[in-house]
Each structure stands twice: as structure tokens, then as C-alpha cells.
């Protein structure tokens, strides 16, 4: 395991780079009670890697699959709302390493899309800490080399797309770590000083699909309507013929 950081890395996070684990997610949360500060695990390969909603999560070598662990006194609420700041600093990252930013978008609640397909994922779980404190973990995934074909994911989804096929850019899953720890160091600073004003608008500029018909499916419902905002709460809000709705939580189609 490799845990020196180097020279670009934000001060105050550890950083971990291991060959194999089951899930950076599953070694985050073991580790989450010894760690020192917030800290970056990033595991070349994992064996079993998971999406949002419990899915397996495949993933060739060569991609990218890193947790942060950090414990926040937020509550639960405003921890959430750490997929925005995730989702902008992948955004910036992904500008970083290709020199674009035409190709990317961000998909609510928390896909990163090249091209309109999907090439990125976070997945935010949490725990109780000691001192009424949140232990949040933000799990990220990037098809920097290869992504799952198109009979691997739901049906209706976005199709999966991968750094290389689509820009001809390739990365390192430690190069692009580096890149993520700093944006979301930035990012995680201006939600701390000005909360959640300014992420909201920035994620907005770079939204995928807003004013356009979508739908939105959570377990046995789906709705159909314009995708009008995000809200202060990280809601999606959806104009539908029986009126404007508030989302918390789903999937949503184009």
C-alpha cells in the first residue's frame, strides 16, 4: 500500500492507493475509526464493487474506484448534499486531465455524463461517529479505460462511455486521483464558508437535461415532467401535469 502524498495533494487529507480490495467503500468504513482526518482510498482493483441501490458494480483495470472518509458534524441533511460537491469536482477534474469541458455534464442526483453517456458515478453512504458527528463516505467510480456494455446496465439507462473511446486521453488512476483531492478540496472549503448557495448554482450551470422532459423512477412510480431546478435541498424539482414536484431520491431517464 502506498500512503506518501504527493506534491499537488491538499493538505490535511491522507491518501491510500492499494493493489486490490473488495470495495474501497466496504475498506473505508473498516478503516473509518483509525483514520487521523479525512482520507482518500483508491484501490486498483476491487472484487466486489457496488453501485447505487446495492448493484454490482464491475470494474477492468485501469478504471478509477476511490472513498473518502470524513467525519462531519453536519446533520444528515447537509452531509447529503456532498454529491454536488463530488460532482463538481469530478467535473473539473475531467476538464483538467482532457483540457475540455464541452463533452461533460452532470446528471442528478450524482452521474457525471462525455458525450451523453455515463462516465462517471458517486455513491454516498454514512454512519454514525462518536459525538453526534456524521462518518460520511464518498465512493467514486470512472471508466477512465473501459466501460460496461450496454446489456450489463438497466434497461432505459444512460449508456456507458469511457475516457479513452470517447477523447482519446488517458489517465492514471493516481494522476486522476490527484486531480479529484484538489478540486474537491476547493469545493468542500467554499461549501463550508458560504454553504450551499454557490455549489447549487455552479452544478446548475452544468446540468445535463435542465428544461427538458425526463423521467424520474423511484421503486414503482415514475413521473414524467420538465426538469426545472435543483432545489436548497438538493431536490430535483419536476413541473409535471399534476404540478411541481419535489424529488429527493431517483433514477432518472432521458
Given at each position: 500500500m502506498s500512503t506518501n502524498p504527493t506534491a499537488n495533494w491538499p493538505h490535511g487529507y491522507g491518501r491510500q492507493v492499494l493493489a486490490t480490495c473488495d470495495s474501497t467503500l466496504s475498506e473505508a468504513a473498516r478503516q473509518a475509526s483509525g483514520l487521523a482526518g479525512p482520507t482518500w482510498i483508491l484501490s486498483h482493483m476491487q472484487t466486489a464493487g457496488r453501485g447505487r441501490r446495492g448493484r454490482a458494480w464491475a470494474m477492468p483495470m485501469g478504471n478509477f474506484a476511490a472513498t473518502l472518509a470524513v467525519?462531519?458534524?453536519d446533520p444528515p441533511e447537509t452531509v447529503a448534499l456532498r454529491s454536488f460537491v463530488t460532482a463538481l469536482a469530478l467535473y473539473d477534474a475531467l476538464v483538467a486531465?482532457?483540457?475540455r469541458t464541452a463533452p461533460f455534464a452532470l446528471k442528478w442526483p450524482n452521474d457525471v455524463l462525455l458525450n451523453g453517456g455515463k462516465l462517471a458515478g458517486i455513491l454516498l453512504e454514512s454512519a454514525a461517529a462518536q459525538g453526534g458527528?456524521?462518518?460520511l463516505f464518498i465512493g467514486v467510480g470512472v471508466n477512465l479505460v473501459g466501460a460496461p456494455g450496454k446489456d450489463e446496465v438497466e434497461e432505459g439507462a444512460v449508456p456507458p462511455v469511457d475516457l479513452v473511446s470517447e477523447t482519446g486521453v488517458r489517465v492514471t488512476p493516481e494522476e486522476f486521483l490527484d486531480l479529484l483531492a484538489a478540486a474537491f478540496n476547493k469545493y468542500e472549503q467554499?461549501?463550508?464558508?458560504?454553504g450551499f448557495a454557490p455549489i447549487r448554482e455552479a452544478w446548475l450551470a452544468r446540468a445535463a437535461r435542465l428544461g427538458e422532459t425526463i423521467r424520474a423512477r423511484t421503486g414503482n412510480q415514475e413521473w414524467h415532467g420538465t426538469f426545472e431546478t435543483v432545489d436548497?435541498?438538493?431536490n430535483l424539482?419536476?413541473?409535471t401535469a399534476a404540478g411541481r414536484m419535489a424529488?429527493?431520491?431517483a433514477d432518472v431517464f432521458f
Open positions: 467525519r462531519l458534524p486531465a482532457t483540457g458527528d456524521v462518518q467554499q461549501f463550508q464558508t458560504y436548497e435541498r438538493g424539482i419536476l413541473v424529488i429527493p431520491a
